[in-house]
């Protein structure tokens, strides 16, 4: 089991025509994903990666019958894009592209709100379920197949958390980098209502952040409606107000809420451990199992 | 990027929200010519990026010209929370009554637009949000109809504005609200929103920053860009475009990916250490900009010593390790103590490419860090 996407994930990735695009749809391929299409407007007919270009989400998935997409598609285009991929309800999209203007995803959260689609990200490193499919930019070799389900804002910092546990064994059902925008399709909560209902899921690590309020929220979602045990990791304990540190969410604002005290806190009063190191989470996780 | 007060005025006036007469000045004389211009009192105000610039000295109110040449002495050149003062704007002062907030931002926990109004304006809004949060009537506004008039009316009426200027009010924030959208600002405010003796309400400051990510179709805001640096090292990071926050410790650190590089930050500190610095490399770098990386860490007399942690997902450990090995082989004598680790794509091509006669090499992110720390314990005794 797994959650989001399996090996079954039948996969267009939009803007498999660009330099990354392209780059990543042939590792997806390598990895074992279920790439079946790519679409990007006025290349259809050709092929890419071994796979067959259409000029539309539409017509990809009326063709080959895919059920989930990746966007690789540049910032001043990935609003559209993301409409696009909405509107032929598919299941599960994965954003990739960083630099998507905010009150663009405003209005794709909005019409989000109305569908049934999962949408991952933007400005995330993808999904991926170990051993079967991977949608997104994630090294696959440092995964590996088991009972641990992973949620983050940081695609590198997932990277660690999940090489401390890989290194001493223990597996990963899937792996759900939420990204580091404001404004992101799928929360904390989200993710973790997945892993919670996924039976193979034994125990989560979550990576938060600084800026905003999401890790609280999900304390108060993990204390009052979550049975699988949660460990933490919280990125930006040293971080000074007013600063942005890298990602456009990343940031503690001046009246002291999104501080990574505030989400420590939380998150220990919800009874979840928050580990001063990535080895300490792996740690909690490995007592949990 | 943030819009000085002068151009965010400019801005809503040219929209149709009341605002001072005022005049750009760079000099004490051109002060005193906007001065007699528009006629006492007036108020001169630093033109910096800088919060709470009245409690810091920036703003004085002048009744003659004596007062006037004395606050422009006194502003101008002055350095406001570490930002040096090089233009004031000089504005007819506003008589008021009544002194309230507006301001329009992104609700990142619901992901759409609000907007603010409160009737206790002028002061720190921020206090104010955490001490008396009811004091601020919020309209959640969905981004895909934008704001509808009845909507800031009751934001209006909600927040207990003056019955006789309520109109007025909500007719500025629904021009404020159309700024926002079409600036794709961040933030857009006005505090206060004066209410004279007349019941005219004016902008007596002005707030656009605009989201970096959507300058691309704003041309005309990007041009509009004064960045003061407060740091020589901050303006040196936009030049080679790195995510760079400058500490006050002496561990320099340089990493990919904004969330291992905080999380590497803390761990600096959570083993007895004090960063020097915040910097991405970002996604998938080649070897300049590895260089570049070290040459901005070296820069900072602050740092005693140096890790590099490299996660690699997009990013190549080979080309990292060639990269350090550029940066490291053109001095006689490698001026701080570098750790590097190296994990990820390509992670075992770059540890044999890697000149171990130039730099520490650690395995793991925790002993790369507690080494780094040793290191600049070791140059502090």
């Known amino acids: 089991m797994s959650v989001l996407v399996d090996a079954d994930t039948r996969v267009v990735v939009q803007g498999i025509t660009g330099g990354e695009g392209k780059f990543h749809a042939e590792q997806m391929i390598e990895y074992g994903t279920n790439v079946v299409a790519g679409a990007v407007p006025g290349k259809g007919g050709q092929e890419v990666a071994g796979v067959p270009v259409y000029d539309t989400v539409h017509e990809a998935v009326r063709q080959e019958d895919a059920d989930a997409s990746v966007v690789f598609v540049p910032p001043a285009f990935a609003a559209d894009a993301l409409f696009e991929a909405l509107d032929t309800s598919l299941d599960l999209v994965v954003a990739i592209t960083e630099g998507i203007p905010t009150q663009d995803m405003a209005t794709v959260n909005r019409r989000l709100s109305e569908t049934d689609t999962h949408l991952v990200g933007p400005n995330c490193p993808g999904v991926i379920t170990p051993g079967e499919a991977k949608l997104g930019i994630l090294p696959g070799n440092i995964f590996a197949s088991g009972n641990v389900g992973l949620v983050s804002r940081s695609g590198t910092l997932t990277y660690q958390v999940v090489d401390n546990l890989t290194n001493r064994g223990i597996g990963q059902t899937t792996a759900i980098g939420i990204g580091g925008d404001p404004i992101i399709g799928t929360s904390f909560i989200d993710a973790l209502e997945l892993f919670e209902a996924d039976p193979e899921t034994e125990a989560v690590a979550m990576c938060g952040e600084i800026g905003g309020e999401d890790e609280e929220e999900a304390a108060e979602y993990i204390a009052t409606q979550m049975d699988t045990p949660v460990a933490a990791f919280i990125a930006g304990r040293t971080a000074p107000p007013g600063k942005r540190m890298g990602h456009a969410g990343a940031i503690v604002s001046g009246s002291g809420t999104g501080t990574a005290e505030s989400k420590i806190n939380a998150l220990n009063d919800a009874g979840v451990p928050v580990g001063d190191t990535p080895e300490e989470v792996a740690d909690h996780i490995e007592g949990y199992l | ?381």
């Open chain 2, 1 to 381: 990027m943030r819009l000085h007060e002068y151009q965010a005025k400019g801005i809503f006036a040219d929209a149709g929200i009341p605002t001072p007469d005022s005049r750009l000045a760079t000099s004490v004389d051109e002060v005193v010519d906007a001065g007699a211009a528009l006629g006492y009192p007036v108020a001169v105000k630093a033109q910096v990026h800088v919060g709470g610039r009245g409690k810091a000295g920036g703003i004085e109110i002048a009744t003659d010209d004596d007062e006037l040449r004395e606050a422009a002495d006194a502003i101008l050149g002055m350095d406001l929370k570490g930002y040096h003062v090089d233009r004031v704007l000089v504005e007819s002062a506003v008589d008021f009554v009544n002194e309230l907030y507006l301001g329009v931002t992104m609700d990142r926990g619901e992901g759409e637009p609000v907007a603010m109004v409160s009737s206790e304006g002028g002061v720190d809004i921020e206090s104010v949000a955490e001490e008396t949060p009811e004091a601020i009537a919020r309209e959640g506004v969905d981004p895909a109809f934008g704001m509808h008039p009845y909507q800031a009316r009751k934001a209006v009426y909600e927040a207990g504005v003056p019955r006789d200027v309520s109109r007025a009010v909500a007719s500025v924030l629904e021009t404020l609200y159309d700024l926002w959208e079409s600036k794709d600002a961040s933030e857009a405010e006005i505090n206060p929103l004066m209410v004279t003796d007349g019941g005219d309400v004016v902008a007596a400051d002005a707030v656009l920053n605009v989201d970096d990510d959507a300058l691309f179709r704003h041309p005309d805001l990007a041009d509009m860009e004064e960045e003061s640096y407060t740091d020589d090292l901050e303006r040196k990071a936009g030049e080679y475009g790195f995510d760079y926050v400058r500490l006050s410790g002496n561990v320099g650190i340089i990493g990919n990916g904004a969330g291992l590089v905080m999380a590497t930050l803390d761990l600096v500190d959570h083993y007895g250490g004090d960063p020097a610095n915040f910097l991405d490399i970002g996604g998938g770098a080649k070897a300049e900009r590895v260089t570049n990386a070290l040459d901005m860490v070296f820069s900072d007399p602050n740092v005693d010593s140096v890790v590099f942690n490299i996660f690699g997902g997009i990013t190549r450990g080979d080309e990292v390790a060639r990269g350090i090995n550029d940066a490291l082989s053109q001095f006689d004598e490698i001026p701080k103590p570098v750790v590097v680790r190296l994990a990820g794509t390509n992670a075992s091509e770059g540890m044999e490419i890697l000149d171990t006669s130039l730099v520490q090499v650690e395995e793991t992110l925790e002993d790369a860090v507690q080494r780094a720390v040793a290191n600049a314990e070791e140059v502090q005794s």
